[in-house]
């Protein structure tokens, strides 16, 4: 296990584990790694842990992740012999229970055997997963056996979408996934097949992890449901196979290989597909497949990998199924698709065209779209329409959570009310149905804010002259806290001084760095963000989804600095803010207030010389390093009257920020009245 575990282990930051390296010398020896990134044996650190009282016991979650992560063969491999154990559990328990009943040795040698039972029962035979051998099994006994006691006590389905989430959490950038609500979006717009045909058939040719598959097959029994994917990268679809087959009693067909070039389901023809796809892709196979059947509707130009991939989905599909894809919003602009787009309206194939608000799902930067499709058939209507709908007003302020249950409620409604009759009532700015015959000009652009007519101006009379009077109170209020400036010293004052870290050594304050934390329940704190604390914002942040780790929770009187980037700012925390997570980039002080006064503190922090000598340049960000920021020695009467002083700064600050705010309201909603009409000139 590396450092990083360690710390997770014992719920301390990374920098704690490296001073028990130093001031500890019998902290367990590296066993492997490098000389930056050591890797240490488990038992001797757990052993090392309880003695010195650290922790009473490893939880068995994070005992059997550690098995996984220092695993010889690999994470990757190691979550596949997992899986296949949990599988097993799940479907044969009585076969396990025999198994366990074996020694280390007996158990390698048959463990092969009733994996590959359950594994063809399960996924048919020829799934994606290997079956992993008695040698590989062999060094594996600690992992396989934990493996089944985590699924004793938390279930075999929930046991490995932990084991999976933290290999996920722990390797980002190598995959591309869809999040759970995007997912769920999706699902619900696909079930429009499910008519009354009977058993359903869901496909995902590029799965990717299976959260879109997921997502069509809710947990538990459903009756007749098949899901099928394919996935480029073999051993993600091994992994996304087992986390299918564990997650539902659907029918789970997954192959590896590549949809395009290799289709695993060539003449199939299945209810549903939905599909999130690889963007941007040049080398999708434009040379070799350019006589492909598929390209019904014209054959894609290089750079649109993405139409590829709409047309593989609608020749996978029954006819009067339904696909749903994830796509860049270039797809509905760009040129060099545009006799594509084309066609896909004059035969009615393309139904409606989604914009998300930005953050919905990776690329976060851009507000990605949604195609839903519908294979023609004899009920394709002669004049179709297309519906179009734009949820960019949902976009939430800052750093806010996306509202994904106002999303997904406008977005349900409107293609609902499209499916019912052919057409939607019109909402400006929101959603609108156009004639086929509309948008067939040169361009053929299909971005939904370019064809629905603006939304109402918020900038009508009344809401623009309640506005200004906000802004005229808060003008005033900013008048009355403008701080007079009193007569000073022209040498300016010399104080015996001391540092933030000589403090923290006396037992003045008290230091934490904002970390990693996470939440898997409604109940999760909000993160206050560097953003919020340069803006003076409420917490606007929120906890990542996973295993439960505690954050650090900011109190009422704590001093808050960002230690990232140009800035000068230190904010102490209210009885409003307490009780937050303190996020990624963020320092804590938490002074005794018989030794400290907050204000006193905070303001002193914010000096732009105090806080230039505390910066290091070490690359091209500025980073703060807090302890060397300094204080001076006063008596706590003297500290609390430059406190007030403070104080009243701070509230001049905010009343600023408030004028600010309303003023820039005011002057955009202006704009928009004229602009629109809603407001005249005279």
Known sequence: MTAAGIARLAGVGRAAVSNWRRRHADFPQPVGGTETSPTFYLGDVERWLRHQGKIAEVPLRERVWQHLAGHPAGAVTALRYAGSVLLLVRDRPTAWLELAELSDADLAGALPTALEEALADRLGEAHAVPVPTTAELAVSAALVRGSAELASARGAASAYEFLLGRHLDANPRQYSLTPPAAAELMAALGRGAADGRGPQTVLDPACGTGSLLSAAGPSGSVAGLSVLGQEADADLAALTALRLALHSDARVRVHAGDSLRADAFAGLAVDTVLCHPPFNERNWGHEELAYDPRWEYGFPARTESELAWVQHALARLREGGTAVLLMPPAVASRRSGRRIRADLLRRGALRAVIALPAGAAPPYGIPLHLWVLRRPGARTSPTPHLLLVDTADLAPAGREKLPWQAVTSAVLEAWQDFERSGTVEEKPGQRRSLPVIDLLDDDVDLAPARHLPPPVSSGSGADLAAVHDRLTTALGRAAELAPAVPAGSADGARW???????????????????????????????????????????????????????????EAGDVVLPVLGDVTVARVIDEATAGAALGRGLFLLRPDPAAIDPWFLAGFLRGTANQRQASSYASTATRLDVRRLQVPRLPLADQRRYGDRFRALADFEEALRVTERLGTSLIQGLYDGLTDGSVRPD
């Open 496 to 554: 015996p001084a001391t540092t933030v870290g000589e403090l923290a050594r006396a037992g003045a304050l008290v230091m934490r760095a904002g970390g990693p934390g996470s939440a898997s329940g409604p109940d999760a704190p909000p993160v206050l963000t560097d953003y919020d604390v340069k803006a003076g914002l409420a917490p606007s942040g929120v906890l990542p989804e996973g295993p439960e780790e505690a954050p650090v929770l900011v």
